[in-house]
């Protein structure tokens, strides 16, 4: 059985930084394009970051130059690191493949930034 787990979210003053990470069981990964998903209050969940399975990394515009996706394949984990955060980051942050496992969807991890 496939499972998800984000930790590393918390409430960050505007300009800070954070690193998110998901830890993976199962081979949801293995030879797959691997992706971070946000979730604002009131909005559909969007894709933010993704790792091809070719090595490449894409990035939503909005957070093109401020977050970076790196991944440690012997610990089967994700991680995401947000800088210079804006209030619109604000959402739960989750991994999953791209296109989504459909039932390997974890808790999230919520990322609240505020003064």
């Known amino acids: 059985q496939v499972q998800l787990v984000e930790s590393g979210g918390g409430l960050v003053q505007p300009g800070g930084s954070l690193t998110l990470s998901c830890a993976a069981s199962?081979?949801?990964?293995?030879?797959?394009?691997v992706a971070w998903y946000r979730q604002a209050p009131g909005k559909e969940r969007e894709m933010v970051a993704e790792?091809?399975?070719?090595?490449?990394?894409n990035y939503a515009d909005s957070v093109k130059g401020r977050f970076i996706l790196f991944k440690d394949n012997a610990e089967n984990t994700v991680y995401l690191q947000i800088h210079s955060l804006k209030p619109e980051d604000t959402a739960v942050y989750y991994c999953?493949?791209?296109?989504?496992?459909?039932?390997?969807w974890g808790q999230g991890t919520q990322v609240t930034v505020s003064s």
């Open positions: 199962g081979s949801i990964f293995a030879r797959k394009t």
């Open positions: 790792f091809t399975s070719g090595g490449n990394r």
């Open positions: 999953n493949s791209n296109p989504p496992n459909l039932r390997a």
